[in-house]
């Protein structure tokens, strides 16, 4: 197929419109995936995660610069969220990417989450696998503004990135679960800032607590900041770039790298499934009315949903 | 199957930091269901073109207030074209005198909003004449 030459030999273009047609569900789409797949899984993927305003895409937009020095063939995936209420979004990532917007070697591409609730879009998976046919070396994934508990990316991204700014809660935050579990690599970002002194203690202080053993990766914490003076800013930024490089290294020596790669396999064939078993029953059971049957029932408790659920599932799974 | 959705750049072209009209649009286009890139300021017609291509998306708006319409608008239609890419829509707006509302039809510009459009009117236009590729 054409496209899949295309898009093999780099072309921006076909890449694109891909992606937007795994996006729109165009039907068509899913065979150029496949096509497409045995050219993947040769990218190292970078997710980088943290809340609205933590200053994840200037960190990439920086990450770009640094990464470009050393001739890396970079893609971008930016995510920002779809309104809940008219479906619509403003992708305003890029905006703090622009200066690389001609340079051959960086394709950045934004998604709309349109109601995935993980941090990404449900069109990630193929995208990433866009971007690895074209021949990105790395993949940088940027998610939408995240709280506590958003962490898809862990299903997608071989290094974690998890940007903290100051000034967003005491030292119990650091203790929860979720999403200061899964870093590979803390920033802390604005670092410039009143209160980072005190967020990196408390960093360090919760990483110490329950240490990890010699031979496993312990997280480390890079202070950015002065992003308004540009050789401190770009110091600091070399300083990330080694840190996620070094990560690297160690997945792929201490053999994690395989398990990451598993666990990102296994999520595929798990989405893969549920696309093919539950939206074909959903399509059905919508096209037939018996969708919107069920949920009258359901909210008038003259049937729970569970036992309806199983009726469903008996008839359609043998 | 999902229908398509509508992807939108609202981009500003050349030495115009005058972005709060570009800003409402953008705004206003989310509301309508669009899915909006927003490139900020000071673009060149050659970072725009190559923006629209990498985002895939079916419309460029083109916001300019600086006068240098007659130069860059164009310049963005033909860049479009020599990248292959003809098929992206362009439409502009701002401060433009209605004597060079033909100059920029002939160079491509698909339609033209002034100060006093209507944000419904726009939006009604894209319903209208945008249709994402099949």
Known sequence: ?318 | MTKRKIRVMVAKPGLDGHDRGARVLARCFRDAGFEVIYTGCHQTPEQIVSAAIQEDVDLVGLSCLSGAHRALFPRVVELLHEKDAGDINVIGGGIIPEQDFQLLYDSGIKAIFTPGASLDSIVEWINTNIKPRA
């Open chain 1, 1 to 318: 197929m054409e496209t899949i030459k295309k898009i093999c030999q780099g072309d921006v273009r076909s890449a694109s419109r891909l992606i937007r047609d795994v996006e729109d569900k165009i039907p068509s789409a899913k065979a150029k995936i496949k096509k497409l797949f045995p050219h993947t899984g040769k990218s190292f993927i970078i997710g980088i995660t943290g809340a609205p305003g933590a200053g994840k895409s200037t960190l990439i937009d920086a990450l770009i610069a640094e990464l470009r020095k050393k001739k890396k063939d970079i893609g971008v995936l930016a995510v920002d969220p779809t309104s809940p209420f008219t479906g619509g979004a403003i992708l305003g990532d890029r905006i703090r990417m622009q200066r690389h917007v001609e340079d051959p070697g960086v394709f950045v591409r934004s998604l709309a989450t349109r109601g995935a609730l993980g941090g990404l879009s449900a069109a990630v998976g193929e995208a990433i696998h866009v971007l690895e046919a074209m021949g990105k070396e790395i993949i940088l994934i940027e998610t939408v503004g995240i709280g506590q508990q958003e962490i898809d990316i862990i299903n997608h991204a071989h290094s974690v990135i998890v940007v903290l700014v100051p000034g967003m809660g005491d030292e119990v935050q650091t203790m929860k679960a979720g999403i200061m579990e899964i870093a590979d690599v803390f920033v802390i970002n604005k670092a410039d800032r009143a209160g980072a002194k005190q967020l990196h203690m408390e960093l360090l202080s919760m990483l110490h607590s329950a240490p990890a053993a010699p031979e496993n990766w312990q997280p480390p914490i890079v202070m950015v900041g002065d992003v308004y003076k540009p050789e401190a800013f770009a110091d600091k930024i070399a300083e990330l770039e080694k840190k996620i490089e070094e990560h690297h290294t160690y997945l792929q020596n201490s053999g994690k790298l395989v398990e990451r790669i598993y666990r990102k396999t296994m999520v595929e064939i798990n989405d893969a499934l549920r696309a093919n078993i539950m939206e074909p029953i959903m399509y059905k059971l919508q096209e037939s009315g018996e969708l919107q049957s069920m949920i009258e029932k359901v909210k008038n408790r003259e049937v729970d949903p569970y036992s309806a659920a199983e009726e469903i599932a008996k008839r359609f799974i043998k």
